[in-house]
């Protein structure tokens, strides 16, 4: 499959690019700066570079042309995030790019603060989501608006919204659920979220849903 990466110099977007690649897929990176890439990358074949950042409609178009699917691993910065939303005016543009060019398929970073119907009450999540709202404000207003848009999406939009707990670096398997099922955790590896993205992108198992991923203490993934 083609698929559109945004987000791909960040932490979690370089683990995504690398298990993108591992699993033969062509990629295109969108990126606003094009030097933070590695050079192995940029020499790559099956990687496509497109400059710029997620207001340029014109850029944004090119780089979504021909994809397959998108796969974001853009978050919140939870301090000194932007007011006004920028992740959903983005988001809105995004969809309204695949629209004109044919993509469905769509997954995004979340966070506990997109709230499920499928999630339990659990003490450490709702503490989470509540610093968030307190010290995070505008974080936490982007990452509730944009979960609110992308679940009003058209109807042929194939979206995932792959939510994340706090972000760690270690090596782990991970568990795919909602909060308070007895098994998700609140922490999960960066390397982790990619492979569970990489892997949905081709099972679809989670459409139209918002599963919370985390580390599992189970030696396969899933």
Known sequence: ????????????????????????????????????????????????????????????????????????????????????????????????????????????????????????????????VLGAYLFGHSAYSDVVAFGKEIRAASPEVLWTLARVPVLTNTEAAYHAGYIGDGETKPYLSRKAWALFVVGEVTSNLWIKKAPMISSSSKPLHG
């Open 1 to 128: 499959m083609k698929l559109l990466i945004l987000g791909a110099t960040g932490q979690i977007g370089q683990h995504v690019v690398d298990a993108a690649l591992e699993a033969q897929h062509s990629l295109v990176l969108y990126v606003r700066s094009p030097k933070k890439l590695p050079a192995d990358l940029k020499l790559n074949s099956n990687v496509s570079i497109v400059e710029g950042d997620l207001t340029n409609k014109e850029a944004l178009s090119e780089a979504v042309k021909g994809v397959h699917a998108v796969i974001s691993a853009i978050g919140p910065s939870f301090f000194g995030h932007p007011a006004g939303n920028p992740l959903t005016a983005a988001y809105t543009l995004l969809l309204e790019l695949m629209k004109d060019h044919d993509v469905k398929r769509v997954i995004l970073l979340g966070t506990a603060s997109n709230k499920d119907e499928n999630d339990k009450s659990s003490i450490i999540f709702d503490t989470t």
